[in-house]
């Protein structure tokens, strides 16, 4: 773990500094607060008002429009990709207890756009996995009625699995490696066992899945089939 940022005039500067455009200068100087940034990580214009650590591996990939404030651990696999306008946050109230207030994000994985990820806990997402679409939630913290408190808990979407637009993701709540969860479905905190496809509200097990999707050797879809069929390599 590397030093956080202290100070009034450090954090200012250290907001000054993500809203810079990407480039070679601005890794070297997020170096010097402290993170760790390959030289081939990409990281645009952001409004960060606080991150306490950052780990981008190599050609880590941060587009611009991001708004990232308290989370405590930010760390990017190689070539994982955060797209544009996502909300990404932390209570730091629950980061007395240590690994709260992480997203850790593994070689490859995706998140695509306008999406809201609350890291109050810790979020774990893949390698090769993505929250695709838009305006998914995941949300770690949560209401205890019996408390009355609020807690937060892990959240873990395995290794090349796929959660589509308008998803919940709630407190507690794993989705299995090599697992798809369906457009608008709400997944929970529950026992889960069998990778395939999980629908609903809350989301249940329906079928197996399997394909070459789920054991690409790189992380984003670029290619396009056509409605006769037609594999159009490279089309995004």
């Known amino acids: 773990m590397t030093r956080p940022v202290r100070g009034p005039l450090a954090r200012r500067l250290h907001t000054l500094v993500w809203l810079l455009p990407a480039s070679p200068m601005k890794n070297r100087l997020l170096r010097r607060f402290g993170h760790v940034v390959a030289r081939s990580a990409s990281l645009g214009s952001c409004l960060v008002p606080s991150l306490v650590h950052l780990h981008a591996g190599e050609r880590a990939f941060v587009a611009s429009g991001n708004f990232i404030?308290?989370?405590?651990?930010?760390?990017?696999?190689?070539?994982?990709?955060?797209g544009p306008w996502n909300i990404l946050t932390a209570h730091p109230a629950f980061q007395h207890e240590g690994e709260n207030g992480v997203l850790w994000m593994g070689a490859h994985a995706l998140i695509t756009s306008?999406?809201?990820?609350?890291?109050?806990g810790t979020v774990v997402l893949g390698a090769f996995s993505s929250i695709a679409g838009h305006d998914t939630q995941v949300l770690s913290h949560e209401l205890d009625f019996d408390g009355p408190a609020q807690t937060c808990a892990?959240?873990?979407?395995g290794d090349h699995s796929f959660v589509g637009t308008r998803c919940t993701v709630l407190s507690g709540a794993r989705l299995p490696d090599r697992s798809a969860l369906a457009a608008g479905s709400v997944l929970r905190r529950a026992p889960v066992e069998h990778a395939g496809l999980y629908t609903g509200s809350p989301a249940r097990h329906k079928q197996l899945l399997d394909g070459a999707w789920f054991h690409r050797p790189v992380g984003p879809t670029r290619s396009l089939r056509d409605h006769a069929g037609v594999l159009l390599p490279g089309a995004f």
């Not at 892990?154 to 979407?157: A, F, K, P, T």
């Open 154 to 157: 892990h959240i873990e979407i």
């Open 114 to 120: 306008r999406h809201s990820i609350d890291c109050s």
């Open 69 to 82: 404030r308290g989370v405590a651990e930010l760390v990017l696999g190689d070539d994982a990709i955060i």
